[in-house]
């Protein structure tokens, strides 16, 4: 692992462990109820709309600050993996650790797993739709994804057979409108020219169940999800979405060894589920 993503290691929060440590001013014990002389009624009605006023007007600061704060981690996740690909492309490596080929598959499926879990939630204000990219919203028609980003591309297989692999973009062309992209399972090794129709952009942002359940695909919705333990994306059937922001959807792949045509339920995060635009099987 280079020094660049150890750093990163630490650098990196999830926005879980950021909620957590907000504390949120504490409320005003509601007035018992046997008050009942008209002052004191007054004096309740004056306390309780403080009380209110406080809340909300706290909350909104609160909330703020952790979008500014989100904003933040992002910004430094962004000239992280900027340094990270201009040192790849001019082979600038630190001489204590030289550049590595391959990379131990139990080492590789923990960056995996940590770049799912710090994939920042979106927040946004009150009747903000959520952005493309976010969840199950796909990019916009003229996006073009960046340097470092990570994608699902579908590339040919040793024996000629497609398959959607996880991929790291290299560069795009205007001129040719195709994306250079490295096989995320063999960094440094294998690089595809593909065109934009054989590359899928991954979430951004994870979608709030709790406030924009419109963000995140639907029970029974046919997608590409990334397989447990594995750098390729096959099609499946969402069986759960998430519930809270922190879960992972609930998925079927097909499997042609069981009776149905599909495997148990997997858990598979939010990071790595894409849209599938391929029919579904019958």
């Known amino acids: 692992m280079s020094g660049c993503r150890q750093r990163t290691k630490f650098l990196l929060i999830s926005e879980q462990s950021f909620v957590a440590s907000i504390q949120l001013p504490r409320l005003m014990p509601r007035p018992s109820a046997k008050i009942t002389t008209p002052s004191r009624i007054v004096n309740i009605k004056f306390i309780e709309s403080t009380r209110c006023q406080h809340s909300t007007g706290s909350s909104d600061h609160h909330l703020c600050i952790l979008r500014k704060a989100l904003d933040k981690i992002a910004e430094i996740k962004s000239l992280l993996e900027e340094r990270r690909i201009a040192a790849k492309i001019a082979g600038l490596y630190n001489d204590s650790e030289p550049p590595r080929k391959t990379m131990r598959r139990g080492v590789l499926m923990t960056l995996l797993q940590q770049s799912a879990m710090t994939l920042p939630l979106w927040i946004g204000k009150p009747g903000d739709k959520p952005p493309p990219l976010c969840g199950a919203i796909p990019a916009s028609g003229d996006y073009v994804a960046k340097p470092g980003d990570k994608v699902a591309a579908r590339v040919k297989a040793m024996d000629g057979d497609e398959q959607w692999i996880l991929a790291e973009v290299v560069s795009y062309s205007h001129t040719t409108n195709k994306y250079e992209v490295d096989d995320i399972d063999e960094e ?24 924009d359940p419109e963000a995140l695909f639907q029970k029974e919705q046919l997608v590409l999800a990334l397989y447990p333990q594995t750098t390729c994306f096959y099609r499946a059937l969402i069986h759960t979405p998430p519930q809270r922001p922190q879960d992972d959807y609930s998925v079927l792949f097909e499997d042609t060894s069981y009776a149905d045509g599909y495997s148990p339920p997997l858990n598979v995060a939010q990071r790595y589920v894409v849209a599938c635009k391929e029919p579904k099987k019958k």
């Open 188 to 211: 440094g090794k294998e690089r595809h020219t593909l065109s934009r129709r054989r590359i899928i952009p991954l979430p951004q942002w994870k979608a709030n169940p709790e406030t």
